[in-house]
């Protein structure tokens, strides 16, 4: 009997399997990544069957030999467990699919239901590969690591890439060896500079965050007042350029920033050419008295 699983180093020819979609943005965005589609984890063969864990939210499909009344589809439930006939709730969560195989052949055997039974399990849909894409992208939901090829450039292209509105800069958490796992990832830099260690690899339950890009709004004499992207380090004199500079009517000896505090009131203070730009900052140049 043919036998399919799992296999992260796969190369065969798939068919899509159907993402979980959290919330939709526009498709358009800082990184306009060609849309990847998902994986039907039961198509894969069969070369490293215990590579994969079963867990919550997995579609099996279970066939008895000579036994069509304990043949089924069931889910994997959020307990880890799944109803079978006859046995009842069977706990299955963090076995492979050989190791299930054999626990509920034991069960049927053991009840005095089934004479030394022939069970195969196949996985139709796996969720323990998934990876969260949330925040300011193209199209939110869960992503297999498998299909995007298990790092965070792929997972980012399956998800449609950074919304306009997105940060450069995009979190990553998790766990790993156990331990809670957290990692900030400038992708305009790890593209930039085809630095590969930046592109990190993703396991399924990790989430991949994207907040909103810092902005900061200068208006007053200039010759484009407006919000704008705030860049790292940015100083008033680059945010005076960013706004195309100052108007025939202003000053640079007139500039006010406007900053909330730790309390959340908004302090009004005079700045100089190179004091710093936070973000939500309000600039404002004033208009020369002479």
């Known amino acids: 009997m043919s036998r ?15 993402h979980e979609p959290l919330r939709r943005r526009p498709r358009a965005g800082l990184f306009a990544f060609c849309m990847v589609s998902l994986i039907a ?48 709730a069977v706990p299955v969560s963090g076995l492979t699919l050989d190791a299930a195989e054999k626990k509920i052949a034991k069960m049927l055997q053991d009840g005095g239901f089934v004479v030394n039974p022939q069970i195969s399990i196949l996985l139709t849909q796996g969720f323990n590969d998934l990876v969260s894409v949330i925040g300011e992208v193209n199209k939110s939901g869960r992503y297999s690591t498998e299909q995007s090829g298990g790092h965070l450039s792929g997972v980012l292209a399956s998800a449609g890439g950074i919304s306009p509105v997105g940060s450069e800069v995009v979190t990553v958490t998790g766990e790993r060896n156990g331990k809670p796992f957290r990692r900030e990832v400038d992708i305009v830099k790890m593209s930039s500079s085809g630095n590969a260690t930046d592109d990190i690899e993703l396991l399924g339950g990790d989430t991949v965050f994207v907040k909103k890009q810092p902005l900061f709004y200068i208006y007053g004499q200039v010759q484009k007042p407006d919000q704008y992207p705030l860049q790292g380090g940015m100083t008033v004199m680059q945010a005076l350029a960013t706004g195309g500079g100052v108007t025939g009517k202003g000053t640079q000896r007139g500039i006010v920033r406007h900053r909330r505090d730790a309390s959340g009131k908004v302090k009004e203070e005079s700045v100089s050419l190179d004091d710093d730009v936070q973000d939500k900052d309000v600039i404002y140049v004033k208009e020369s008295l002479f």
């Open 41 to 88: 984890l039961a198509a894969i063969p069969s070369a490293a069957r215990a590579a994969y864990l079963l867990g919550p939210g997995d579609l099996l499909k279970i066939t008895v030999f000579k036994n069509a009344d304990l043949s089924l589809d069931v889910r994997v439930s959020d307990a880890g467990s799944i109803g079978y006939p006859l046995i009842g």
């Open 4 to 18: 399919y699983i799992y296999d992260r180093r796969a190369q065969s020819a798939v068919s899509p399997i159907v």
